[in-house]
T-cell receptor, first 111, second 115 residues
Framework: GQQVMQIPQYQHVQEGEDFTTYCNSSTTLSNIQWYKQRPGGHPVFLIQLVKSGEVKKQKRLTFQFGEAKKNSSLHITATQTTDVGTYFCAGPNNYGQNFVFGPGTRLSVLP | DTGVSQNPRHKITKRGQNVTFRCDPISEHNRLYWYRQTLGQGPEFLTYFQNEAQLEKSRLLSDRFSAERPKGSFSTLEIQRTEQGDSAMYLC?????????????FGPGTRLTVT
């Protein structure tokens, strides 16, 4: 079946350092979504990427969709303590009716 | 607050008991999803509805699990004869088909502990 993987599993950074998480799918994706889940919270939608090679920015966050539409990345510039949480990527299943979530990358930011 | 709500927020039950969870989606959303999340993992899809029709069920959903969405509004997820392996966070999400495709709004979840 379809698999969505993310690396790294955990990342500890000093406040102000950059952070990147990578997402890889076993199949080509029509689109990919990113979610953030704060400790004790629920996933919150961040963005959706649709086009091959697409790059989108949200303030300090940069999202990229690979040319082959099988991988994606999220880069945070100059992390802040408010960035703490787990970042999930999610891609549609083979039928395109629901999403398969990756295992997430848990980010810790040391002040 | 017009977000997705779930009740109860916490449920402790003994093995073998039945439990039912409720989800109230954002009112204009026609799609409703149920996920299960265990510690350190991403949400695992269980089932989803478009309006009142249940369109897909995961293989994870054994015959002990059943979900309904009467009249296309709120939804319930029932687990019969609970097992310790059912202990998890059960998340509900809703989306509006005509909006950002499949952008899902999650509720706060119901944490189930089976003793």
């Amino acid at each position: 079946g379809q698999q969505v993987m993310q690396i790294p599993q955990y990342q500890h950074v000093q406040e102000g350092e950059d952070f990147t998480t990578y997402c890889n799918s076993s199949t080509t994706l029509s689109n990919i979504q990113w979610y953030k889940q704060r400790p004790g919270g629920h996933p919150v939608f961040l963005i959706q990427l649709v086009k091959s090679g697409e790059v989108k920015k949200q303030k300090r966050l940069t999202f990229q969709f690979g040319e082959a539409k099988k991988n994606s990345s999220l880069h945070i510039t100059a992390t802040q303590t408010t960035d703490v949480g787990t970042y999930f990527c999610a891609g549609p299943n083979n039928y395109g009716q629901n999403f398969v979530f990756g295992p997430g990358t848990r980010l810790s930011v040391l002040p | 607050d017009t977000g997705v709500s779930q009740n109860p927020r916490h449920k402790i039950t003994k093995r073998g008991q039945n439990v039912t969870f409720r989800c109230d989606p954002i009112s204009e959303h026609n799609r409703l999803y149920w996920y299960r999340q265990t510690l350190g993992q991403g949400p695992e899809f269980l089932t989803y509805f478009q309006n009142e029709a249940q369109l897909e069920k995961s293989r994870l959903l054994s015959d002990r699990f059943s979900a309904e969405r009467p009249k296309g509004s709120f939804s319930t997820l029932e687990i019969q004869r609970t097992e310790q392996g059912d202990s998890a966070m059960y998340l509900c999400a809703s989306s509006f088909l005509a909006g950002v495709p499949y952008e899902q709004y999650f509720g706060p979840g119901t944490r189930l502990t089976v003793t």
